[in-house]
């Protein structure tokens, strides 16, 4: 039996996914191993600990005391085992940096990071959302993200570190024949009594949801409801041409068939785009990425908020 001198990491790991999950369903798929399993390792951790670690009942998982106490030092630990692993490689293995959709300004940031690192491996990703990207990052399948820090679950923060990148203008995309397509600019006024898609039901993009429930609370727009995601292009024209409800987006939004993109404005909002990536993850790939970003916010001006912009309450400027 393991004791507290001798503990086995996969055991934390198991801990650490079911703290920051509080469901062992979900924690199992992230490890990628059955939840048998999983809940095998988290009582093998528990009889050498000689204490409960979660209250478990039908309809919830919670930390106990001792859980909580717990959690920082398993993080603390595993960050080191990691970066043990790491030294001790013959060559960096390749960096995987999710970049969410084409077109946006991470790829910008990407782009700029293999200039400064040409013998650096940087692989892109095209998840969708930051929140789905946060539980890859927290398993190891992925290294970096971009997206709003400050709308993840608190859970979800603690095993993550940020570098706030861009005040992102926010815009709406919307069918070509909408009467406020003719604008070059749309009023957030103009959308009162609409329905505006972003993303509601999407259990990878709760963060978008909730900006845009920010957005519109007291202006008279309704989230749109819940609907299948649309992949590709052409599916994306034809949902279009079939319900046209507008779909809240960034200035850098890649074009979409059947559709207009039209920034949003009086007064601008603002998404606060940061990149994230694993709390103590030790990589060069990620320190040429960081100063990338850095060099980028500062020539582009991405950190600049226009007058009477708007940003999320809570995210105030510095703080992703």
Known sequence: MATPNDLDPRLLRAFVAVAEELHFTRAAGRLFIAQQALSRDVRRLERALGTEL?????????????????????????????????????????????????????????????????????????????????????????DASFGRYGGLAPGLRAGLEAQLVRYEPMAV????????????????????????YAGAGNDRTPEWTDLAARLFAG????????APLVVG????????????????????FPPMPGSVLRPLTDPVPLSPVSL?????????????????????????GWLARPPGSWLPEGEEPGIP
């Open 219 to 226: 202006r008279g727009i309704r989230v749109a409801a819940p």
């Open 54 to 142: 979660f209250l478990r009942t039908t309809r919830q998982v919670v930390l106990t005391p001792d859980g909580e106490r717990l959690l920082p030092y398993a993080r603390r630990v595993l960050a080191a085992h990691d970066e043990l692993a790491e030294a001790f490689r013959a060559e960096p293995r390749p960096l995987l940096v999710d970049l969410n959709s084409a077109g946006l300004c991470h790829e910008r940031v990407l782009h700029r990071a293999r200039e400064l690192a040409p013998e650096l491996e940087l692989m892109a990703r095209y998840e969708s959302g930051l929140t789905g990207a946060a539980r890859d990052l927290l398993a190891g399948r992925l």
């Open 276 to 300: 994230v990536w694993r709390k103590g993850l030790r990589h060069p790939g990620l320190d040429v990425l960081r100063r990338a970003a850095a060099e980028l916010a500062a020539q582009e």
């Open 173 to 196: 995309l919307l069918p070509e024949g909408d009467p406020l397509a003719g604008l070059p600019r749309v009023p957030l006024d103009a959308l009162a009594g609409r329905s505006v």
């Open 233 to 252: 292009k052409e599916e994306f024209r034809r949902v279009m041409a079939k319900a046209p409800t507008p779909v809240l987006a960034v200035v850098d």
